[in-house]
């Protein structure tokens, strides 16, 4: 049997050798019927929005595509223009156009389709040159609002900047007080300096070698920061935090006093099992293995 007699039919994606009665076949029908369906769903989706296009800034979706069941083809859906997407560009140019027409035709021809339903499954001219006229519209109106969301997010940032310099501004102030009070202080206590030192020996001051140690004033300097006792429990505390908290053992006293019998409360070391089983194996490991007397 030749090759020549197998035909190609791409709505049900296989070669066949039944001719012209291949098109009646139930199977057929069907595909035919679901490719008629999803084409037509997309083009009454992108006829809902002739009167108002979506235009939206360039994402993935820029690369979808769609097949054409009738010019067996694939085509770009949207089309990208300056970096925008206009929605369903790409599908109504192609159903509008004339070579979609003259494929639409054979195909209703050869697989022996009612004509009545020829029109939803193409786009008359008048129709897609009102969808562009709207597209070049709500391009407009798009690029108006990024304007406007850029004049935003300006407007925003120096506010932020605003208030970052009365904040500088404002330390700076306080900075200036600290310095000025604390030269005065300096003065003050460099003339206070200067009245101690005139009471020495020599101007009938009592000297420091007489003075008793109740006169004296010990002055203890205070502890500053944490000692060393409290960096080391930070520190141990830090190591605890970081395990888990429901381990074994967790909540285990070690400051009470255990004896030889002691047996931990979570039934041993996997917390699994009756306490029983837990002093038996317990005892068991610490009771003396007998020696076995060697046989002559």
Not at 82 to 109: A, C, P, Q, R, Y
């Amino acid at each position: 049997m030749s090759l020549k007699e197998y035909e190609r039919c791409d709505i049900c994606r296989l070669n066949h050798q039944t001719g012209r009665q291949h098109i009646y076949k139930k199977t057929h029908r069907d595909n035919i019927e679901k490719a008629l369906g999803k084409f037509s769903a997309k083009i009454k989706l992108a006829l809902a929005h002739v009167a108002n296009p979506i235009v939206a800034t360039n994402s993935p979706k820029s690369s979808t595509k769609f097949w054409c069941y009738f010019c067996r083809v694939e085509i770009l859906q949207h089309k990208v223009e300056n970096n925008v997407i206009i929605h369903h560009h790409g599908l109504l140019s192609h159903v509008s156009s004339d070579g979609h027409l003259v494929e639409l035709m054979e195909f209703w021809k050869i697989n022996r389709l009612e004509k009545s339903r020829k029109i939803y499954f193409a786009v008359t001219k008048d129709i897609f040159r009102r969808f562009v006229e709207n597209s070049k519209k709500s391009l407009d109106n798009h690029f108006l609002k990024e304007l406007g969301d850029i004049q935003k997010k300006a407007e925003a940032i120096r506010d932020v900047e605003k208030s970052r310099q009365n904040l500088l501004q404002q330390e700076s102030d306080k900075t200036s007080n600290v310095q000025s009070t604390s030269k005065h202080s300096v003065g003050q206590s460099s003339c206070s300096s200067a009245r101690d030192d005139q009471l020495n020996i020599f101007t009938g001051a009592v000297p420091p070698w007489l003075i008793s140690d109740d006169e004296e004033e010990t002055v203890v300097s205070p502890v500053v920061g944490p000692t060393e006792n409290d960096y080391l429990q930070y520190l141990e505390q830090e190591r605890k935090r970081k395990l888990p908290a429901n381990r074994v053992g967790a909540d285990f006293d070690h400051d009470a006093p255990t004896g030889d019998d002691w047996l931990p409360s979570f039934g041993r070391v996997w917390n699994f099992g009756r306490r029983l089983d837990s002093s038996k194996q317990f005892k068991g490991q610490t009771k003396p293995k007998k020696k076995l007397k060697k046989t002559r």
